[in-house]
């Protein structure tokens, strides 16, 4: 048997290990011995010499080593006798003479049986080690059980070992029996949008069993938002012609959910968010929800329909009627507006696809322009992609996401504009060593600049932006008077940064970035570097970075701060 570790109510002995040239052998001996209760006169007795003899034996066959001596044994009287030193003659080391692995069935062509044979480590001639053995026997179970062999068995599992010549033999015959298929969904009578449920099923009916599959499903269920808790499982004791039923068991949530948050970064201040949510409206899986956010800069209020189209998760309508409200940086802007989206995705595609129509009503003041009014009939599409793994901690992931939209005098508007945004983040962990990149470009087209809505002209800085410089200070300004900002026609930001742990839940961070917003492409560059550090709280990344800002908008230090996720 082989230990990974110890555990006890006293102190673990030291241990000595002579005549041991496996680092393996000597450490699994080690852990076996190191939980032993020394005699304090410090003296060897008949019971402990036997227990010592079990215990090094046990270790040592776990290796393949069924010959072992036990040369000497001795307890360090200078160590307060927590010491033991044993001298060992481990004699020559037994391997598989004969090996007769297979697997029956309808398992026999399946490429996963096939690949865990061919992957063993168990081979004729080679050194027999236990692990190897029931390692194998696991994976075999283990696929089984994720394939839905439900009936499958060893027919014979045995490991021979013939002591006096050290050769082993090993038979391992696994008969997977019948596969069996996904059977009926058992739905509740009473469960709320239980069509849309079935929108879902990532499996069909009579395809093979996996518990991937159902295991997506699951996951599936709870992104709905429509049940405080819901599992779908299988009923293998009540399969009929190998078709196993899966029952759904679901609580649904409350009628109405409220919930509160908030925030903070150097860029908005403090913010808050208040929300309700009635995840279900009808049978038919409708839901809504209104939501209203607060800081210094900016205050929105929005009232949302959902309607589910085919699958709930990714193919639905949402209707929006929202107002936002933004006093920063020489921006003052009213707007009010009313969206209607069209979500939907390939469940075999990582793309989501979003098309838009929004009609919207802007009273801004920008700078010491006049006051001015705007209509807009914006229709729009996005598409976007966002991968990660690592949980909260994201440790590899990236983020694509381009939107096109536009308006015409032709079509109750206003202006005529044209505006298209990209965006991309790309991070990679390299052992410890973590890197994240990330560009953002934008183009604005319009003959009448001084109409365009301030939320839809381009303004760049900040700590998600260019660090270094303030939020959204980055943009052409007047050419008299005060100088205020008036916002560009073009984005351009490009960043690199570089992280490292240099304690628990900490990392150290260097940087630096570029762009700036202008009336032309890459007209005016500005310049932020630095440095900073990443703390994973319990409710997620907390980044502080101190940066030195440059380039053609004039110079700054800025220290930022931003809590979330990096993509």
């Known amino acids: 048997m082989i230990l990974c570790g110890v555990s006890s109510a006293y102190a673990a002995i030291d241990v000595e290990i002579l005549g041991v040239s496996d680092t393996q052998v000597k ?82 062509s399946d490429p996963d049986f096939i690949k865990a044979l061919n992957a063993t480590s168990l081979r004729l001639g080679a050194p027999l080690e ?35 010549s050290n050769q082993a033999t090993v038979n391992l015959l696994f008969d997977s029996k ?59 004791v009540e399969s009929e012609d190998l078709k196993v039923p899966i029952e759904i068991v679901a609580v649904p949530k409350p009628r109405d959910i409220f919930d509160v948050g908030g925030g903070a970064s150097t860029d908005t201040g403090p913010r808050f968010r208040f929300g309700w949510h009635r995840p279900w409206v009808n049978r ?25 189209v085919e699958d709930p998760l990714k193919n639905y309508i949402n209707m929006q009627l929202g107002y936002e409200a933004i006093d920063d940086n020489d921006s003052n802007i009213d707007t009010v507006s009313l969206a209607i989206q069209r979500h939907w995705a390939n469940p075999e595609s990582p793309w989501n696809k979003i098309g838009s129509l929004q009609y919207r009503q802007s009273t801004f003041v920008q700078a010491s322009e006049p006051e001015v009014t705007t209509r807009l009939l914006m229709p729009g ?22 939107t096109i939209e536009g308006a015409s005098k032709d079509l109750l508007s206003d202006i005529d504009l044209a505006r298209i945004t990209y965006q991309t983040k ?8 973590r890197f994240l990149a990330r560009a953002e470009f934008g183009a604005l087209i319009t003959n009448e600049f001084d109409s365009v809505p301030s939320d839809l002209r381009y303004f760049a800085g ?11 200070t980055l943009a052409p300004k007047e050419q008299t008077g005060d100088m205020e900002l008036l916002g560009g026609k073009y ?56 940066a030195r800002g440059t380039g053609d908008f004039g110079n700054d230090t800025q220290f930022h701060f931003s809590m979330g996720p990096a993509l």
């Not at 490292?500 to 310049?527: K, M, Q, T």
Request: net charge positive.
């Open 130 to 164: 236990h692990s190897n053995y029931e390692r194998l026997k696991s994976t075999l179970r283990s696929i089984a059980l994720n394939k839905g062999y439900f009936d499958s068995a060893f027919t014979k599992n045995e490991m021979l070992v013939d002591v006096s």
């Open 426 to 433: 790309w991070l990679r962990s390299f052992g410890e060593h």
């Open 178 to 236: 019948k596969r069996y298929q996904f059977g009926e969904l058992k739905i509740p009578d009473d469960l709320i949008a239980a069509e849309l449920v079935k929108d879902v099923v990532p499996f069909k009916f009579a395809e093979p069993y996996r518990a991937s599959k159902l295991g997506e499903f699951n996951q599936n269920l709870g992104q709905t938002g429509y049940f405080q808790q819901v599992v779908a499982r299988p009923l293998v």
């Open 284 to 308: 038919h899986g409708h839901s809504m929800q209104a939501d209203a956010y607060v800081s210094a800069p900016r205050q929105t209020a929005s009232l949302e329909y959902k309607i589910p």
């Open 381 to 402: 599409f996005t598409l976007s992609r966002l991968r990660s793994r690592g949980g909260l901690d994201i440790n590899w992931g990236d983020l694509q996401q381009v």
């Open 27 to 108: 450490d699994n001996i080690k852990i076996h011995l190191s939980n032993l209760s020394l005699p304090k006169n410090c003296r060897m007795n008949n019971d402990l010499s036997s227990t010592l003899d079990e215990k090094i034996s046990e270790a040592s066959r776990a290796f393949g080593y069924y010959n072992v001596d036990v040369l000497s044994t001795q307890i360090a009287t200078m160590e307060k006798c927590k010491k033991l030193r044993v001298s060992l003659n481990m004699g020559p080391r037994a391997t598989i003479a004969k090996l007769n692995l297979k697997v029956e069935g309808d398992g026999a």
């Open 491 to 546: 984005l351009n930001v490009a960043s690199l940064e570089y992280s490292y742990p240099v304690a628990d839940e900490w990392r150290a961070i260097v940087f630096s970035d570029v762009g700036g917003a202008s009336n032309e492409p890459f007209e005016r560059l500005a310049y932020g570097f630095g440095i900073g550090a990443s703390w994973l709280s319990p409710v997620g990344p907390i980044r502080f970075y101190l």
């Open 462 to 472: 900040g700590d998600q932006s260019v660090r270094g410089h303030k939020y959204r």
